[in-house]
C-alpha cells in the first residue's frame, strides 16, 4: 500500500510540473505572437470568455475575439516590439491556475525611429484547462514605468561600453 502512495504522489508532482510548463508556454506564445504580429494565432491562448484589463484597470476588454482586435488596434502604430516575459509565481489548482508575469517591453513607433518606448510592467492571470489545454480566463496589466528613450551609440554618464557591442 506505502509503494502505491509514493507513485500517486510521484504523479501529481510529475503532473504538476507539466502544467507549469504548459503554462508558461502559454505565456511565452502570448507574447511572441503579438511580437510576431501572428494575431491570427493569438486567440489560441485566450479562453473564449477571457476578461483582460489593461492600463492599470483603465481599460478593460471582454471575449478573445474582442481582445485580439484591441491589440491588433493598439499595435498598428509601432514599428516593431519585443516582449520579455519572465513568469513567477505560477500556483496550480486543479484546472485552475494563477501566474505573476513580468514584463520588459520595448518598442519602436513607426513615425519615430530615433526613440524607443520601454516599459516595465506586471501580467496578472487567471489561467483555466479545457479540452483545448490550458488557456487565460483573466489577465491584469499593470505598468510601473514607461519612458521614451533616444537611441543612441554615446553611452550615458561616460559608461564603458565593449567593443563588441558598440555600433
Known amino acids: 500500500m506505502n509503494g502505491n502512495v509514493e ?3 510521484q504523479l501529481e508532482r510529475l503532473q504538476l510540473l507539466v502544467d507549469e510548463l504548459e503554462i508558461r ?3 511565452t ?3 511572441s505572437l503579438i511580437d510576431a504580429r501572428e494575431f491570427d494565432r493569438l486567440h489560441s491562448v485566450f ?3 477571457v476578461v483582460v484589463d489593461y492600463h492599470n484597470g483603465r481599460t478593460q476588454v471582454v471575449g478573445a475575439g474582442s481582445v485580439v482586435d484591441y491589440i491588433v488596434e493598439n499595435t498598428r502604430h509601432l514599428a516593431w516590439q519585443h516582449h520579455n516575459v519572465s513568469p513567477y509565481a505560477i500556483d496550480v489548482m486543479g484546472d485552475r491556475a494563477a501566474a505573476q508575469v513580468y514584463l520588459l517591453s520595448h518598442q519602436m513607433l513607426t513615425d ?3 526613440e524607443v518606448l520601454m516599459m516595465a510592467a506586471t501580467y496578472d492571470l487567471e489561467l483555466t484547462r479545457g479540452e483545448q489545454g490550458w488557456r487565460i480566463l483573466h489577465m491584469t496589466h499593470s505598468i510601473k514605468v ?3 528613450l ?3 551609440t554615446t ?3 561616460g559608461a564603458y561600453v565593449p567593443p563588441a557591442v558598440r555600433h
Open 25 to 27: 508556454r502559454v505565456i
Open 150 to 152: 533616444p537611441i543612441t
Open 155 to 157: 553611452p550615458a554618464g
Open 146 to 148: 514607461a519612458n521614451y
Open 47 to 49: 479562453a473564449p470568455d
Open 7 to 9: 507513485v500517486t504522489q
Open 29 to 31: 506564445d502570448y507574447a
Open 112 to 114: 519615430s525611429p530615433d
